[in-house]
């Protein structure tokens, strides 16, 4: 199996740092809104990454955080007049139904940034130790110019590169030593939220919270560290001097990055009026389409989102959907006959859409590519079955068509219609959940609704109910 990998600009073989598992950590979105569609690319990428080292056999322990604590959540909730924790807290549930729809799997581990500041303070700790971080009233700045291989990700020359580190820029900018050096910890501001630390009370810099994170769930080393490719400079170039500067070791084997998304041929921006949620596209089309619209181009092309290529994703996946219902149909009619030799003779031909699917996604996970295989699959099997068919051959193919999909992540099986007084028995329980605090219990329940195609709706009246 072959990736590309960011670090060293060129396609390897991937050999897992344990044989037979994969450590992933892949950067999760900042919680102060909906999740938009660029947002969305890497959760369906790497999702599928995961899932095609699972159907390989590997155990993944795949880990993606959500950042809690930020500027843009921090104002969010001074426009609503709120705790900055009830912001995160509600787009954390948000995300997370949107997820489902798109049929991501939960992570093994989403830490959320402000459960782990106690990791991060001794993290902070350790490097001002080592000489690689110092304190300047009460902020601490990482020493960029001390961590000799600083750039190796981006491959930018230290001297060409200009400082920046997203919002978390300060007041003070002649405090630093050096203009390239970044905030690890910054004082609180009046009506922020903080937390003490030996510098002040205040907050984490947001690259050393991904450190930490990935540290604590998959240790010092790890296989695949993922991300849109915005990541690459200063994210993770950040994350790997601070990690490689605390632990002495590599910090990521391979690091996997997501080309971007625009929105009819232009870059999606809120200024340009074409920023599209997807809460927004749910409303127009069910998210598989979504989804299969996103693995339709290798994930490190560059994609646009347009009406012409959604609709076009839905005839797609309507081919593969129509394929699966016509073999339900002829399976229900089918006798208990033993395999024809014919029949035998078929799948055995079927197998090599199953190779040239493994063929793609072992060619640094061609999704595009995967896609036809399965749709010559669709065409095999649309072709070569009838009402003579017999239920074991019948049933052979359902189960390789839906093997394949499941790689993907596109659900071929019709789900069983769950009764209306079953849904308001599960809302009246979550409701009882909520209100004592029971709060894994009432995600329990939500996301129990999510999988049978019911989403619900907190409103002034109390909680609504719809089938997406």
Request: proline share 3%; aromatic share 10%; glycine share 6%.
């Amino acid at each position: 199996m072959k990736l590309y990998n960011t670090l060293t600009r060129k396609k390897e073989e991937f050999i897992p740092l344990k044989e037979g598992e994969v450590k992933m950590y892949v950067c999760g979105p900042t919680v102060y809104n909906y999740i938009h569609i660029g947002n969305a690319r890497p959760m369906i990428v790497f999702d599928t990454v995961r899932r095609y080292f699972e159907y390989k056999g590997y155990h993944v322990n795949f880990v993606s955080n959500f950042t809690d604590v930020d500027d843009k959540i921090i104002n969010r909730a001074k426009e609503e007049g709120v705790e900055a924790s009830e912001i995160s807290t509600k787009y954390i549930a948000e995300c997370k139904e949107d997820m489902a729809g798109m049929n991501i799997m939960p992570a093994t581990t989403h830490p959320l940034a402000t459960q782990e500041i106690d990791g991060m303070v001794d993290m902070i700790k350790t490097l001002v130790y080592k000489d690689y971080a110092y304190e300047k009233n009460g902020t601490v700045y990482y020493r960029v110019r001390k961590f000799k291989d600083y750039g190796k990700l981006s491959h930018k020359n230290l001297d060409d590169l200009v400082s920046g580190n997203r919002t978390l820029k300060v007041s003070g900018e002649d405090e630093k030593e050096d203009s390239f050096d970044f905030v690890l910890w910054k004082p609180k501001k009046e009506g922020e939220p903080s937390w003490p630390s030996p510098w002040s009370d205040g907050r984490p810099g947001w690259h050393i919270e991904c450190s930490e994170m990935a540290k604590r769930y998959l240790g010092e080393e790890i296989d695949i560290h993922a991300g849109g490719e915005d990541l690459v400079f200063p994210h993770h170039e950040n994350e790997i001097a601070q990690s490689e500067a605390v632990n002495g070791k590599e910090f990521a084997k391979y690091w996997m990055h997501n080309a971007f998304l625009n929105i009819d041929n232009k870059k999606m921006s809120k200024s340009l009026g074409n920023f599209r949620t997807v809460r927004e596209v749910s409303k127009e089309y069910d998210l598989q389409v979504l989804r299969f619209f996103m693995l339709g181009a290798h994930y490190r092309s560059p994609l646009n989102f347009s009406k012409d290529l959604m609709e076009a994703s839905k005839n797609g996946l309507e081919r593969i959907l129509n394929a699966a219902a016509n073999l339900r149909f002829l399976m229900e009619k089918a006798g208990d006959a033993s395999i024809k030799e014919t029949e035998r003779l078929y799948l055995d031909e079927a197998q090599k859409y199953q190779r040239s699917f493994e063929k793609a996604m072992e060619d640094d996970f061609n999704t595009a590519d995967g896609i036809s295989a399965i749709f010559e699959l669709v065409k095999f099997i649309n072709t070569n079955t009838d009402e003579e068919s017999g239920q074991e051959y019948l049933s052979e193919l359902y189960a390789l068509l839906k093997k394949l999909n499941d790689v993907l992540g596109i659900i071929i099986e019709k789900k069983e219609e769950i009764l209306d007084t079953e849904i308001e028995a599960l809302i009246e329980e979550r409701q009882t959940a909520r209100k004592e605090k029971n709060f894994q219990r009432a995600d329990e329940i939500r996301d129990m609704l999510l999988e049978q195609g019911i989403v619900l709706e907190d409103t002034r009246e109390g909680v609504k109910w719809k089938k997406a």
